[in-house]
T-cell receptor
């Protein structure tokens, strides 16, 4: 039981490049979310999903796309990276009706 | 933007001291959560609160869900060096909205424990 797995752990991009941050969970959780963490800002919700085929925007969705084709996977896509997207990204999942999310260990992204 | 105000922003204490931190909101939440984050890791759930007025303990940790559902506190008794980290409050299921599945986080409290 691996929990929530995020890859890669570290990534450096040039401005304008695209990439996908991967997230997978093996707990059959219906809910999955992406957060970004910046110093002094706590964690802010980017996008979330309540089940396969269903996604919605969070607090800071601009510049990011998501899709949920399976229960297990919830990738986050940056179509054209900007320096403002330099951050630590966390994926999380939980069962429907449960209060607390289980978080992955994060992806540290730097855009230069 | 952020709707949870967490205080204090940082604390420097001696090993063995008790710690108290709190979180307030302008909105009512149906669930309050407390997380701890170690350096280089994701947040780990410490305590979940589901009912207004609920008081819940997890070892040396105690948390309470405010009667108005707009606030919560976390106490740590007899602190030890491994308590060092960032503590976050989070609210889920905002009353009157469709926010189930979404967490709103406080800014975090950075705890430093001196041996």
């Amino acid at each position: 039981n691996a929990g929530v797995t995020q890859t890669p752990k570290f990534q450096v991009l040039k401005t304008g490049q695209s990439m996908t941050l991967q997230c997978a969970q093996d707990m059959n959780h219906e809910y999955m979310s992406w957060y970004r963490q910046d110093p002094g800002m706590g964690l802010r919700l980017i996008h979330y999903s309540v089940g396969a085929g269903i996604t919605d925007q969070g607090e800071v969705p601009n510049g990011y796309n998501v899709s949920r084709s399976t229960t297990e996977d919830f990738p986050l896509r940056l179509l054209s990276a900007a320096p403002s997207q330099t951050s630590v990204y966390f994926c999380a999942s939980t069962r429907q009706g449960a209060g607390g999310y289980t978080f992955g260990s994060g992806t540290r992204l730097t855009v230069v | 933007g952020q709707q949870l105000n967490q205080s204090p922003q940082s604390m420097f204490i001696q090993e063995g001291e008790d710690v108290s931190m709190n979180c307030t909101s302008s909105s009512i939440f149906n669930t309050w959560l407390w997380y701890k984050q170690d350096p280089g890791e994701g947040p780990v759930l410490l305590i979940a609160l589901y009912k207004a007025g609920e008081l819940t303990s997890n070892g040396r940790l105690t948390a309470q869900f405010g009667i108005t559902r707009k606030d919560s506190f976390l106490n740590i008794s007899a602190s030890i060096p491994s308590d060092v980290g960032i503590y976050f409050c989070a609210g889920s299921g905002r009353a009157g909205g469709t926010s189930y599945g979404k967490l709103t986080f406080g800014q975090g409290t950075i705890l430093t424990v001196h041996p």
